[in-house]
């Protein structure tokens, strides 16, 4: 099974972008999505971003998670 993450964009380059998920902060690959703005979130798979989400949704994953692990 795989997992995406939501991430927060922080900062965009070319082909890339400066992302913080769970408070880590790291370069991923941004090539399948278009028009990457900070602030904006995406889901990140495998150093990736694979499409962008929304705020809202972001927040609902990252509790999601949070919960799971504390069981």
Same mark, same amino acid.
């Given at each position: 099974?795989?997992? /995406?993450?939501? /991430?927060?964009?922080?900062?965009?380059y070319e082909n890339q972008a400066l992302v913080n998920f769970g408070g880590v902060k790291t370069k991923v690959d941004t090539s399948l999505v278009d028009g990457l703005q900070i602030g904006e979130y995406i889901l990140l798979h495998a150093g990736c971003a694979i499409q962008k989400i929304d705020q809202e949704e /972001?927040?609902?994953t990252v509790e999601l998670f949070e919960y799971i692990l504390k069981e």
């Open positions: 099974m795989c997992i /995406a993450v939501p /991430a927060k964009v922080l900062q965009v /972001a927040k609902k």
